[in-house]
């Protein structure tokens, strides 16, 4: 059985009891995580693929340490203007172990006959505002015109 799991950003083909390197994760060492954005599970008979992600699976692991990876050098250099910089730097990672897949549960009938809102009622009252609207630009524009002809007598 496996499961292809989003971590910090990055997905991971992951099985229980594998050891697995991931970005740095704020948790402390050997306390427990769970990630919820599963993307795919395989448990040999079929194959269930989430529109992106499975709602209500999860992968459980269990961090192990804090390292910091291998040095990466960055150096950049322009020809013919004397220009070259060295630079380097060391990741943060996390040792994590999968502990094991959870798939999700059936649903029950409730969940999946929610009930849907419709929007008819917005679109009614927006067009009772609008009509108010023009009713009281109306009234507005007669006043004004009133005033006008006032003064110049």
């Known amino acids: 059985m ?12 992951v099985s229980k009891e594998q050891k697995l390197y ?18 795919l599970i395989d448990d040999g008979k079929k194959v269930q693929v989430g529109k992106p992600t499975l709602s209500g699976t999860s992968v459980e692991a269990k961090v192990v ?14 020809r013919r203007k004397g220009y ?18 959870s798939e999700k549960k059936a649903a029950t009938k409730k969940e999946a006959e929610a009930p849907k809102k419709t929007t008819a009622v917005k679109k ?6 609008t009509a108010a609207a023009k009713k009281t630009t109306a ?8 005033k006008t002809t006032a003064t110049k007598k």
């Open 65 to 78: 340490s804090h390292l910091k990876d291998d040095k990466v050098i960055v150096f950049k250099k322009k």
């Open 139 to 146: 009234v507005k524009k007669t006043t004004a015109v009133k």
């Open 22 to 39: 991931v970005n740095r994760i704020d948790a402390k060492e050997g306390s427990k995580v769970s990630f919820d954005n599963v993307l």
């Open 124 to 129: 009614t009252t927006a067009v009772k505002k």
């Open 2 to 13: 496996f499961a292809v799991v989003e971590i910090q950003g990055s997905q991971f083909k």
């Open 84 to 101: 070259k910089v060295k630079n380097g730097h060391r990741q943060p990672i996390t040792e994590i172990i999968i502990q094991g897949i």
